[in-house]
């Protein structure tokens, strides 16, 4: 009996120093994809028990791409969990920082701060870039509490490889870990490849270590979409490139035995682009107005009020708004980042204030673009796709907006979110418990199975 319960001791000693050796060594990462880790200590009980929320976006993949180009990878995930064959509505405007970043906090670009690629903010008196890595990175800029961080205060681990905005602190924290975006590098297939590689390595990290919530992002089939048009066989390529990755993807998270909600979006669409710059200068004088690409923003009222009124039956190709007339419906009349007067383009029509300056090059814009209303242009529409343990199968979902994944999101993994502009409801009926209460705790007998071994 002595001999019995020794035994007992020296497996259970021998099973603890393999999980604290595991734990020293940690996630063995693709050499491709470094990723930098925050000591946000262990996964609580509860988020142990958890279930697993893996997000990736394809950027500029548009909610027709995948029947059109037959991604039969994307589609069989949308027939064996949900999907919307007509598309899932984008924030305006339809950009990528602002609507990555309002998938993850639920919240409109106003409400979040994105209000564009970049801007201008009066209160800093300094512009914000989305290829300035110094304001990317300065969680100052941002609003709202993001998944990642709504999960690292509420005791679950998680990861980043690559997302705007995973590289700043916000809301108190960072994830566990996260990649630092280098655009040199990301797209080359090495990166590509070593994304899924990362993933699976930090799922196969003990259960205090295993991140429950890991964003991937892709962006592609975005940069063809711009360099070619969205109907060049060049975007098509690149679709079907990244429907290849959500198939090993897939295999690779299958294999773990962990019960893992997948779930692929898309920030936005693309559409062609028509005609020529429309140049704003060439309308009105913009004396006493500082610009980033079109928004505007006047030194004084009665500045404001002139360009308003020079603007206003300048063009068909655009609407110009007061900044607090905006209509309700985009979401973009309150946030001071937005500029005053707000100019919406009428059509896939490329707006800026000025053109070069004199010696600077001046090229003509970019066969695809977005950024648009995605209401009056279904283009700008963007793709969802999920399937997983908690998720109904075969179910079809007229559109619906994008600041609603976060409530969703939060219950999968068992969280209370932070104050957003989603709603639960809208997507409740995608989820096994229709959202509400999670369930029960597993027994021992129904214990999830560990990851598998490398």
Request: charged content about 20%.
């Amino acid at each position: 009996m002595r001999f019995k319960r020794l035994e007992s001791v020296a497996i259970a000693v021998l099973l603890l120093a393999s999980s604290l050796s595991a734990r020293a060594q940690g996630p063995s990462l693709s050499a491709a994809l470094p990723l930098v880790h925050t000591d946000n200590g262990p996964n609580s009980p509860a988020a142990q028990k958890a279930h697993y929320v893996v997000l990736v976006s394809l950027d500029g993949f548009r909610w027709d791409y995948a029947k059109r180009d037959g991604a039969t990878h994307l589609l069989a995930l949308g027939k064996q969990g949900v999907w919307a064959p007509q598309g899932m509505l984008p924030s305006f405007p339809s950009l990528t920082f602002p609507n990555h970043f309002t998938i993850v906090t639920g919240l409109y670009p106003e409400h979040h701060g994105l209000v564009a690629n970049s801007f201008f903010d009066e209160t800093k008196q300094a512009r914000y870039g989305n290829a300035d890595s110094a304001a990317v990175t300065d969680g100052s800029w941002y609003s709202g509490v993001p998944l990642w961080s709504l999960a690292e205060g509420q005791g679950m681990r998680t990861a980043c490889i690559f997302w705007p905005g995973s590289e700043a602190e916000i809301a108190g924290h960072r994830p566990t870990w996260y990649a630092r975006f280098d655009n040199k590098t990301q797209a080359t297939d090495e990166v590509q490849r070593a994304r899924i590689d990362d993933a699976v390595a930090l799922l196969k990290l003990p259960d205090a270590d295993r991140p429950h919530f890991i964003t991937i992002y892709y962006s592609e089939p975005d940069h063809e979409g711009h360099q070619f048009g969205p109907d060049a066989p060049e975007t098509k390529a690149a679709v079907l490139k990244m429907d290849g990755m959500v198939a090993k993807l897939k295999t690779a998270l299958d294999a773990t035995h962990l019960p893992i909600d997948l779930v692929v979006v898309s920030d936005h669409g693309m559409v062609k682009t028509e005609g020529p710059w429309v140049t704003l200068d060439k309308f009105a004088d913009l004396t006493g107005f500082d610009a980033v690409g079109q928004l505007l923003y006047g030194k004084t009222e009665g500045d404001r009020v002139r360009l308003y009124n020079q603007l206003k039956k300048a063009s068909s190709q655009f609407i110009v708004y007061r900044r607090k007339n905006v209509p309700a419906d985009l979401h973009y009349n309150q946030n001071p980042r937005e500029g005053d007067p707000v100019v919406v383009a009428t059509g896939p029509f490329a707006i800026r204030a000025h053109e070069p300056a004199a010696g600077q090059p001046d090229t003509a814009p970019i066969p695809g673009a977005h950024g648009f209303d995605p209401r009056n242009m279904r283009q700008m529409k963007a793709s969802f796709f999920a399937a997983g343990p908690d998720i109904v199968s075969g179910k079809t979902l007229a559109p619906f907006e994008n600041v609603n994944l976060y409530p969703w999101m939060a219950h999968i993994l068992g969280l209370t979110p932070a104050k957003n502009d989603g709603n639960l409801n809208i997507l409740a009926g995608t989820l096994r418990d229709n959202g509400g209460e999670p369930a029960p705790a597993e027994s021992a007998d129904q214990k999830t199975p560990e990851p598998t071994k490398p």
